[in-house]
Nanobody, 118 residues
Framework: QVQLVESGGGLVQAGGSLRLSCAASGSIFSINYMGWYRQAPGKQRELVAKISSDGRTNYADSVKGRFPISRDNAKNTVYLQMGSLKPEDTGVYSC????????????WGQGTQVTVSS
Protein backbone atom coordinates (compact mmCIF):
# COMPACT_ATOMS: atom_id res chain seq x y z
CA GLN A 1 0.00 0.00 0.00
CA VAL A 2 0.99 3.58 -0.63
CA GLN A 3 -0.13 6.56 1.41
CA LEU A 4 -0.21 10.05 -0.11
CA VAL A 5 -0.40 13.15 2.06
CA GLU A 6 -1.04 16.49 0.40
CA SER A 7 -0.53 20.03 1.59
CA GLY A 8 -0.56 23.55 0.26
CA GLY A 9 -4.06 24.33 -0.94
CA GLY A 10 -5.94 27.49 -0.06
CA LEU A 11 -7.54 30.68 -1.27
CA VAL A 12 -5.68 33.01 -3.60
CA GLN A 13 -6.53 35.90 -5.88
CA ALA A 14 -6.35 35.56 -9.64
CA GLY A 15 -2.80 36.00 -10.84
CA GLY A 16 -1.38 34.64 -7.62
CA SER A 17 0.60 31.50 -6.84
CA LEU A 18 0.34 28.40 -4.68
CA ARG A 19 2.52 25.37 -4.23
CA LEU A 20 1.10 21.94 -3.59
CA SER A 21 3.13 19.13 -2.07
CA CYS A 22 2.43 15.42 -1.95
CA ALA A 23 4.51 13.07 0.17
CA ALA A 24 4.37 9.34 -0.45
CA SER A 25 5.05 6.60 2.08
CA GLY A 26 4.62 2.86 2.28
CA SER A 27 5.36 0.61 -0.70
CA ILE A 28 6.83 3.42 -2.75
CA PHE A 29 8.89 1.02 -4.85
CA SER A 30 5.64 0.21 -6.63
CA ILE A 31 5.08 3.70 -7.99
CA ASN A 32 6.99 5.27 -10.87
CA TYR A 33 4.58 8.09 -11.65
CA MET A 34 3.14 10.73 -9.39
CA GLY A 35 1.03 13.73 -10.15
CA TRP A 36 -2.09 15.76 -9.68
CA TYR A 37 -5.67 15.63 -10.83
CA ARG A 38 -8.34 18.21 -10.13
CA GLN A 39 -12.09 18.30 -10.02
CA ALA A 40 -14.05 21.50 -10.39
CA PRO A 41 -17.65 21.76 -9.17
CA GLY A 42 -19.96 20.01 -11.60
CA LYS A 43 -17.11 18.73 -13.75
CA GLN A 44 -15.24 15.49 -14.16
CA ARG A 45 -11.86 14.91 -12.61
CA GLU A 46 -9.06 15.80 -15.00
CA LEU A 47 -5.32 15.39 -15.21
CA VAL A 48 -3.28 18.45 -14.27
CA ALA A 49 0.28 17.15 -14.41
CA LYS A 50 2.27 13.99 -13.79
CA ILE A 51 5.95 13.19 -13.52
CA SER A 52 7.94 10.00 -13.71
CA SER A 53 10.74 8.99 -11.40
CA ASP A 54 13.23 9.93 -14.15
CA GLY A 55 11.69 13.35 -14.76
CA ARG A 56 9.41 12.84 -17.76
CA THR A 57 6.29 14.97 -17.54
CA ASN A 58 2.76 15.14 -18.86
CA TYR A 59 0.68 18.31 -18.60
CA ALA A 60 -2.85 19.34 -19.36
CA ASP A 61 -2.85 21.97 -22.11
CA SER A 62 -4.62 24.41 -19.80
CA VAL A 63 -1.72 24.51 -17.33
CA LYS A 64 1.34 24.20 -19.58
CA GLY A 65 3.79 26.96 -18.79
CA ARG A 66 1.96 27.92 -15.58
CA PHE A 67 2.15 24.83 -13.32
CA PRO A 68 5.57 23.20 -13.41
CA ILE A 69 5.70 19.85 -11.65
CA SER A 70 8.80 18.57 -9.91
CA ARG A 71 9.82 15.63 -7.82
CA ASP A 72 12.29 14.94 -5.03
CA ASN A 73 12.88 11.20 -5.15
CA ALA A 74 14.96 11.25 -1.96
CA LYS A 75 11.94 12.66 -0.09
CA ASN A 76 9.35 10.73 -2.13
CA THR A 77 7.61 14.03 -2.67
CA VAL A 78 6.11 15.69 -5.71
CA TYR A 79 5.45 19.42 -6.01
CA LEU A 80 3.11 21.46 -8.16
CA GLN A 81 4.06 25.11 -8.39
CA MET A 82 0.92 26.88 -9.59
CA GLY A 83 1.38 30.34 -11.04
CA SER A 84 -0.75 32.89 -12.89
CA LEU A 85 -3.77 31.29 -11.28
CA LYS A 86 -7.18 31.81 -12.85
CA PRO A 87 -10.67 31.37 -11.38
CA GLU A 88 -11.13 28.35 -13.64
CA ASP A 89 -8.27 26.62 -11.79
CA THR A 90 -10.53 26.34 -8.76
CA GLY A 91 -11.21 22.80 -7.62
CA VAL A 92 -10.15 19.94 -5.42
CA TYR A 93 -6.62 18.87 -6.29
CA SER A 94 -5.77 15.26 -5.57
CA CYS A 95 -2.39 13.61 -5.60
CA UNK A 96 -2.21 10.41 -7.61
CA UNK A 97 0.43 7.72 -7.89
CA UNK A 98 0.81 4.59 -9.97
CA UNK A 99 2.42 3.04 -13.00
CA UNK A 100 1.35 5.29 -15.86
CA UNK A 101 2.26 8.77 -17.08
CA UNK A 102 -1.04 9.18 -18.88
CA UNK A 103 -3.61 7.14 -16.95
CA UNK A 104 -4.77 7.38 -13.38
CA UNK A 105 -2.81 5.42 -10.83
CA UNK A 106 -4.45 3.36 -8.12
CA UNK A 107 -3.34 5.48 -5.19
CA TRP A 108 -4.99 8.75 -4.20
CA GLY A 109 -4.49 11.41 -1.60
CA GLN A 110 -7.35 12.93 0.33
CA GLY A 111 -7.50 16.05 -1.84
CA THR A 112 -6.88 19.70 -1.10
CA GLN A 113 -9.08 22.64 -2.03
CA VAL A 114 -7.72 25.38 -4.27
CA THR A 115 -9.93 28.43 -4.69
CA VAL A 116 -8.99 31.28 -7.00
CA SER A 117 -11.01 34.45 -6.58
CA SER A 118 -11.50 36.94 -9.39
Amino acid sequence: QVQLVESGGGLVQAGGSLRLSCAASGSIFSINYMGWYRQAPGKQRELVAKISSDGRTNYADSVKGRFPISRDNAKNTVYLQMGSLKPEDTGVYSCNAGDSLTSRGVYWGQGTQVTVSS
